[in-house]
Each structure stands twice: as C-alpha cells, then as structure tokens.
C-alpha cells in the first residue's frame, strides 16, 4: 500500500513569513512528486512538480524533494493572506501504471 | 480552451438509483482519471484511462465503472448508488501517465 502522509494542520503562518510544509512518502520507488493548492469547494491547481533531488523555485515557492529520506516539501515566502488554503502532497510511483497517490492535505493559515 | 469539464456539477440520488457522471477535455491529453475525495480521506483514485481504448482500477473502484468514449471524454457510472458514495467526484487528464495531472471542478454527489 503506498502511502503518502502529510501533517492535518492547521498550520498558522504570520503574513511575510515563510510557511513550510512537509510530505513524507511510502514507496521509495516513487519518481515525481507534486504540490496542489485546493481553495475551500474547488479544485485542486498544480503549484509545482519536482522529479530530482535537490531545490526548486518558481516565485516564491521552493521544492525540496529528499529521495533517501523519502521526504519532499514546499517553501512559500513572503506568505499572503491569499496563500490560505489545503495544500495536497502527489506522488507518482515509477512505471507510471496508474494516477497519483494524494496525502490528505495540510490546511494553511495565513494571519494578516 | 476550457479545460477539464465536469456535468453534473451537484446531483442529488436516492439509494438504489443509477447515474452518470461526464468529464471532457479540449487539451488533447491521453490520459484521464476519476477521483472521489471525502473529508479525512484525501483524493483516491477510483479508475483510470491511460489511452482511447484502454481504462484500468484504482485504489477504490467497487460500485463504479467508467467508459473512455473517445480521446476526449471520461464518463464514470454508477449502477446503483449508495450512501457511501456520496463523496466529491473530480475528474482529472493529463498529457500521458507520466505528466501533470489538471482537474476538473468537481461534481457533489449526494445519496440518500
């Protein structure tokens, strides 16, 4: 059973600072990894997705994926009110034979 | 460009009573999923289609099955609905298995 394990939160950040959020995950076969943002009542919208070990930015949002400790997780900077809300941990496995394994979400607070 | 599409957006069902649930997309993707999530449970796979042609379970297909009518759309069935399906149904594509996955709006189920 793959797992992918995420803290419930919530997780409350001050306006301006950085909010970190951490998924660990089950299958050490696992190759792509993702961050969705989920608003109350929508959708989830890809933030990021990240395949190697090591940082990635886009704005202010940063990916850290650790392969050996099976752990992967998001930076956002300068965090805006707007920022609040689920954030969902993806992971796919190698060999690609089926969808995503998702975490349960971590619910982020941003306080003005 | 619209997307993933999603109709019915909100049905309410009586136990025992069948419906279908439609997804397109206009992004010429290959690959579609169905995903169903509940509070405290996250986002599971319920089936997907890797190609036209070719459809597959996920992680919690029992009561459900699917058509992949053509490249664009994705319909998932069910025969005869049960309160434990009631749920928030969410229908995602992606170029190939292996690639970012975009969802749709989601359509609310309700069984009573």
Redesign the interface.
Known sequence: QKEVEQNSGPLSVPEGAIASLNCTYSDRGSQSFFWYRQYSGKSPELIMFIYSNGDKEDGRFTAQLNKASQYVSLLIRDSQPSDSATYLCAVRSGGGADGLTFGKGTHLIIQP | NAGVTQTPKFQVLKTGQSMTLQCAQDMNHNSM?W?RQDP??????IY?S?SEGTT?K?EVPNGYNVSRLNKREFSLRLESAAPSQTSVY?C?SSG???E???????TRLLVL
């Open positions: 999923y995903y405290g449970m996250g986002l599971r796979l997907y890797a597959d996920g969410f995602a190939h298995l292996q970012t996955q975009y969802f749709g709006p989601g």
